[in-house]
């Protein structure tokens, strides 16, 4: 079998085939005990794919990894076909998205503990830190640190304690700086009933007489 008949069935075996050439192809499977062998392998190879990449096999490739595959589809050496190219950039780029879709989810979950941590944060920091004052957090290795500085106490007319804070939380993307409004619900459980960013005007809680020092 040469090169020609080698270049023929992957087009025939990719589906790129057009009606003539896979006319060609069949009669050559059919003819050629070489050909089928060949052939019969370039199929084992794409079940060998379709079964290890299966799970990312029906999402978007990501514009970054684009010009790689598409650069890698066919490449030609004389009338060398190599569809083992193509095959070792589709595992390149579905391990790619597998790590990129384990990145992700590692991001979420650090993103859902720091709000815990900051929402722990503030209801202990409410519960317990008199007006001025700060308690602070910081996350392992230094990533993120937040404060939380409660800068006045009321009690409303229903008799609740409510607490106007700052809080100011510093990652990598930046720092953010809001305020806000939180009422005692039960011990260290302060849940906002206003948030507003510096400057913004924070509407309060209706307020039963003068601030508390606390």
């Known amino acids: 079998m040469n090169d020609e008949q080698r270049t023929l069935l992957n087009l025939f075996n990719d589906g790129e085939a057009d ?25 084992r190879t794409d079940d060998r794919l379709r079964e290890a990449f299966g799970p990312v096999a029906g999402q978007a490739i990501p514009s970054r990894f684009d010009g790689v595959l598409r650069s890698a589809r066919r490449k030609s050496l004389g009338h060398h076909y190599v569809p083992l190219a193509l095959a070792a950039t589709l595992a390149l780029v579905a391990v790619l998205l597998v790590r990129e879709d384990s990145m ?29 004052t700060a308690g602070s957090w910081v996350a392992p290795a230094g990533l993120a640190r937040a404060e939380v500085r409660p800068l006045q106490t009321y009690r409303t007319l229903d008799n609740r304690f409510c607490r106007e804070y700052e809080e100011r939380v510093e990652d990598a993307q930046g720092i953010e700086i809001r305020r806000g409004i939180a009422c005692r619900a039960g011990k260290g459980d302060w ?24």
Do not use: F, H
């Not at 507003?196 to 307020?207: D, L, M, N, T, Y």
């Open 104 to 132: 992700n989810s590692q991001m979420n979950e650090q993103l859902l503990q720091m709000s815990q941590e900051i929402a722990l944060l503030r209801n202990q920091t409410l519960e317990n830190m008199p007006s001025g």
């Open 19 to 43: 009606p003539s050439q896979s006319l060609n192809a069949r009669q050559l499977i059919d003819t050629d005990a070489e050909a089928k062998v060949y052939w019969q392998a370039l199929q």
């Open 191 to 214: 849940p906002d009933v206003a948030q507003s960013p510096p400057g913004a005007g924070i509407e309060p809680v209706q307020r039963g007489g003068s601030a508390i020092n606390l």
